[in-house]
């Protein structure tokens, strides 16, 4: 899945309309970059926090993704380059700027939980504990392993949409993926034989 889907679920926009409000904001036109705002600031926002763990600190980083995407949208070229992919690039820019000024690379410590599941208390307190020893075992994942994970099945980025983001192609993807995947069931102790 690429396009708005993709960071921002629930959008119905073809890449082709954003890539047209792309070019209607960097000719000037704030409503059309308002409506790219609204498209991707969730996607943005959760692809933001997954990395940093702190939701205050993800508030803040996201603001400075829009803020350069603003500033920048003017020389973005939608030249096969999903509006999507650009602005998970400036993200992962943001967060690695962000990383480098506070160097405290503290871990996730809020969990995203569906509001639906608060009724069943047991439900909620299997899925905290579901959620957190994932969270723990993404952590543990080389850097570029956790991106991909988090571009793939948090942000729903199809291969293509994840080698545009991190400028590789999508034969290194799958093969990151696949590295991240057996490391992931190893860390959970879901062996090979075990599902």
């Not at 926009?13 to 000037?28: I, P, Q, S």
């Not at 603001?63 to 020389?75: L, N, S, T």
């Not at 956790?146 to 994840?162: P, T």
């Not at 799958?174 to 075990?194: D, E, N, S």
Request: with cysteine; proline share 3%; charged share 25%.
């Amino acid at each position: 899945m690429s396009g708005p889907e993709a960071a921002g679920k629930g959008a119905a926009l073809e890449d082709r309309e954003v890539a047209a409000l792309a070019a209607r904001a960097a000719a000037g036109d704030g409503e059309a970059f308002g409506r790219i705002y609204d498209l991707y600031l969730n996607g943005i926002y959760r692809y933001v926090y997954y990395r940093l763990g702190s939701a205050r600190d993800a508030e803040d980083v996201t603001e400075q993704v829009f803020c350069k995407a603003w500033e920048a949208i003017g020389r973005f070229h939608p030249d096969g380059t999903p509006v999507v992919a650009w602005l998970l690039r400036i993200a992962h820019n943001a967060v690695i700027d962000h990383h480098r000024t506070r160097k405290d690379l503290a871990p996730l410590d809020e969990g995203v939980i569906d509001e639906a599941s608060w009724a069943d208390p047991v439900e909620t307190a299997t899925l905290c504990c579901t959620q957190g020893e994932l969270r723990e075992a993404i952590l543990g994942l080389k850097p570029e392993q956790r991106q991909v994970i988090l571009l793939r099945f948090i942000e729903g980025l199809d291969y293509a949409g994840v080698a545009a983001t991190l400028g590789k192609s999508e034969g290194a993807v799958r093969v990151i993926q696949h590295r991240a995947l057996a490391a992931l069931r190893q860390a959970l102790g879901m062996g090979a034989g075990k599902n």
